[in-house]
């Protein structure tokens, strides 16, 4: 049974304060090798030194789990998190600034009213030999466009 801080066990002692009716899982006889998992279910964090050991020699692994070597990968890896957080923000940041661009908005206006009238333009005005050169144009608006979506949504 669920058995809360206060005492009362079941689901009404489970409806008072949230605070002094918290679950507190119990540590099971097969887990009971005095590592990181048993402080965790005792409620408290494992102590641990300067240099990251834990209380009873362990490691504290990437996902939890203690573990010999892999704890110094929690550390690479929050050095690699922080590095891929700067990098999205400096990236959110370019994306945003070319969205405000008032340049960057008139060439998209240009290239859209292109896309709309161009090929009329082109079939009405133009001689078969220019057809290539619309091409590549009509190609630059289906990349600007793409950068378009692809900034504004970032």
Same mark, same amino acid.
């Given at each position: ?8 066990? $079941? +689901?009404?002692?489970? %409806? ?5 009716? *918290?679950?507190?899982?119990?540590? @099971?006889? #097969? ?25 009873? $020699? +362990?490691?504290?692994? %990437? ?5 010999? *070597?892999?704890?110094?990968?929690? @550390?690479? #890896? ?45 079939? #009405? ?30």
């Amino acid at each position: 049974p669920l058995v809360g801080r206060s005492g009362r066990a $079941g +689901a009404a002692g489970m %409806l008072g304060d949230r605070a002094a009716d *918290a679950v507190v899982p119990q540590p @099971s006889a #097969a887990s009971s090798n005095g590592g990181p998992r048993e402080h965790w279910a005792a409620g408290k964090s494992p102590k641990r030194s300067a240099s990251g050991h834990l209380q009873d $020699g +362990a490691r504290l692994g %990437l996902f939890g789990g203690s573990g010999g *070597a892999s704890g110094s990968s929690l @550390s690479l #890896a929050g050095r690699t998190e922080g590095w891929a957080k700067r990098r999205c923000d400096g990236l959110r940041a370019r994306s945003r600034a070319l969205c405000d661009s008032w340049r960057f908005c008139v060439l998209t206006t240009v290239l859209t009213i292109y896309a709309l009238f161009g090929d009329d333009f082109r079939l #009405a005005m133009t001689h078969q030999a220019i057809d290539n050169l619309f091409n590549v144009i009509t190609m630059l608006c289906i990349i600007v466009f793409t950068v378009e979506i692809v900034a504004a949504s970032l």
